[in-house]
């Protein structure tokens, strides 16, 4: 049994240890002192700190500055079929216990790192499953990790009808693996026909095309943040910013919203709102409008107000360290602007998907926007990602986005 369980051995630096005993599943290639014995790509090695203490055990990524992503610190793990289906059980129980049971027609099953898959995601909408794989690791499992899954799922009465790949990401190339996307062979099974599913969340329908959404094919993280911004638009008047293909319009408007205008610089954005609208029977509340957020707030000031809830869902204005400043620029113009706008009394929910845009740093920028302009702000709630994205203390990465839901006062 012994042999079975000897793996390739790397040794890292003290301040690598530091990070895997505070919860953080990554050692980078820089970090790596020493290793002993060979892998293949993908593969399996335990990592040691420099005194031989045991870590954890993980996968190599030779192409990677991400050297080694762990999936267990327990040195007596197995990892075999049984281990893997424990760990899908696991995810999967997780979101029936802390979800709805209507909440589970669309949430995500498979977070990443959260869920101690390194590198793996997988949305469920309906009955397709949406999968990104964006570790060497993952995707040498990905045979037995997928069928697996549909098997747990149909066995609790789930029917899923296929599985599709959306890798067309570039962060593969970053571990050697080609991009691109389609449909993912079920052993014995025939391909389906069509990856457009409707889902429904929060009582609203939408059509979600898993094939050329954005991501895999719809945002699920803003599941209850949605819900929140339906139970406060009763009678108000809306402006969604950045409304993609309509959610937060459309909770607003099934919450009893007198009226709102749903606004997206993409006009194929705006034609799924505006067909998400009349699928909901929502046409006669709801109006989209194709334009630049950017170019539409300061002409609105020139106008009578009219709006008393503004909700600003932006699309993350950084994805690393160097742009946080410029992205912080670019968040306060918006806050900035709907603050002004709004009368006294009126609504604020803004939000910020990008981990590099801490929450301090986005709390200060909320804070000098109102300086800015001359408004306090009282603030309602704040809230985070929905449970079927859990963040994982330790793991800065799995703790992304920030929700505010303000009176301007």
Request: charged share 25%.
């Amino acid at each position: 049994m012994k042999a079975e369980r000897e793996y390739p051995k790397y040794t890292i630096t003290p301040k690598a240890e530091r990070a895997i005993l505070q919860g953080h599943p990554w050692v980078y290639d820089a970090e790596i002192v020493s290793a002993e014995g060979d892998t293949e790509n993908g593969g399996l090695v335990d990592v040691l700190s420099k005194k031989g203490r045991y870590l954890g055990t993980g996968f190599l990524s030779q192409q990677s500055k991400i050297r080694v992503r762990l999936i267990s610190r327990n040195a007596n793990d197995r990892f075999d079929g049984a281990f893997w289906e424990r760990k899908l059980r696991w995810a999967w129980d997780y979101r029936k216990s802390v979800m709805d049971e209507a909440d589970l027609d669309a949430c995500r099953i498979i977070f990443g790192e959260a869920d101690a898959f390194p590198g793996l995601t997988v949305d469920k909408f309906h009955d397709l499953l949406s999968v990104q794989v964006l570790s060497v690791g993952m995707e040498r499992l990905q045979d037995l990790l997928l069928p697996l899954l549909v098997k747990i799922l149909r066995e609790d009465g789930q029917a899923i009808r296929g599985v599709f790949l959306r890798n067309d990401v570039a962060l593969r190339e970053k571990e050697g693996l080609p991009q691109g996307k389609g449909w993912y062979a079920l052993p014995g099974e025939a391909t389906p026909e069509s990856p457009v599913v409707e889902i429904t969340e929060n009582s609203i329908r939408y059509l979600v095309d898993v094939e050329n959404g954005q991501k895999t094919g719809f945002f699920l993280d803003q599941k209850y943040n949605r819900r929140a911004v339906s139970r406060l638009a009763k009678g108000k008047t809306v402006l969604d910013c950045f409304t993609h293909t309509g959610s937060f319009a459309l909770n607003a408007a099934y919450g009893g919203a007198a009226h709102v205008t749903a606004v997206d610089v993409s006009e194929s954005a705006v034609e799924m709102a505006r067909a998400n609208a009349e699928r909901n029977g929502l046409s006669g509340i709801m109006e989209c409008v194709a334009e630049n957020v950017f170019d539409l707030l300061p002409r609105l000031e020139k106008e009578p107000r009219k709006y008393d809830f503004i909700i600003l869902d932006p699309p993350a204005f950084t994805k690393s360290r160097k742009t946080v400043a410029n992205a912080i620029t670019g968040y306060k113009e918006i806050n900035y602007r709907a603050m002004k706008l709004l009368p006294r009394g009126g609504y604020l929910a803004t939000c910020s998907c990008s981990h590099f845009a801490t929450e301090e740093k986005f709390l200060a920028m909320l804070a000098d926007a109102a300086h800015d302009a001359g408004v306090q702000l009282r603030q309602i709630e704040a809230r985070q990602q929905s449970c079927d994205h859990p963040i994982l203390w330790g793991v800065e990465e799995t703790n992304y986005l920030k929700f505010y839901l303000f009176q301007v006062v």
